[in-house]
Structure formats: structure tokens, C-alpha cells
Nanobody
């Protein structure tokens, strides 16, 4: 059974930074592209960053996070990271990771990120 455990969220002021981590267990990790997603109250889950498989993954971002978020991976630790800088109130959401392919693995519990002064 694949398990995804996200951590690192919290309350941060606008302009602040957070680093999220997602540990994957129960599956091969290195062969999959990975993504970070978020879901705000009343909104659909959206992709905020993705990284290709392999040791030197290539990252992609939507316009909303480009230049502020950085995704990375450590295949030895089966962990994917999301460095978030210059956070805005609209970044407030529950953040999840998952493989960037269908079907996704069972979703983890996510980690709450709240950007507020």
C-alpha cells in the first residue's frame, strides 16, 4: 500500500517562506514524475509544481507559482520537496503530493499552509 506523508506546513506572513516535504513509502519512487498540488476551501485541487523522474528531474510550474516555488526530489530518501518563497494569501490551501500520472496514488492527509498577517 502506497503511503504519502506531507509535512512542513504552517502559518506564515505574506512574503514569507516554507519548505514542504513529502515522503513516499510502499512504491518505487524514482521512476515516477511527481507533483505538488493544493486545494483551497471551495476550490478544485490544482497542480502547483511537477518534476520529471530520474535523478535530475526537470521542473515545471504554472504561472501562479513560477519564480516563487521550487520543486526538488531526493530519490534515495523517496522524498519530494517544495520550497515556497514570496508567499501570498492566495497560496493558502492544503498541499498534497502525488505521482504526476494517472491513476494517482491514494492521497495523503496533506499539510495546511496558511498565509496571513
Amino acid at each position: 500500500q502506497v503511503q504519502l506523508v506531507e509535512s512542513g506546513g504552517g502559518l506564515v506572513q505574506p512574503g514569507g517562506s516554507l519548505r514542504l516535504s513529502c515522503a513516499v513509502s510502499g512504491s518505487i519512487f524514482s521512476i515516477y514524475a511527481m507533483g505538488w498540488y493544493r486545494q483551497a476551501p471551495g476550490k478544485q485541487r490544482e497542480l502547483v509544481a511537477s518534476i520529471t523522474s530520474g535523478s535530475s528531474g526537470s521542473a515545471n510550474y504554472p504561472d501562479s507559482t513560477k519564480g516563487r516555488f521550487t520543486i526538488s526530489r531526493d530519490n534515495a530518501k523517496k522524498t519530494v520537496y517544495l520550497q515556497m518563497n514570496s508567499l501570498k494569501p492566495e497560496d493558502t490551501a492544503v498541499y498534497y503530493c502525488n505521482r504526476y500520472t494517472n491513476p494517482p496514488w491514494p492521497w495523503g492527509q496533506g499539510t495546511q499552509v496558511t498565509v496571513s498577517s
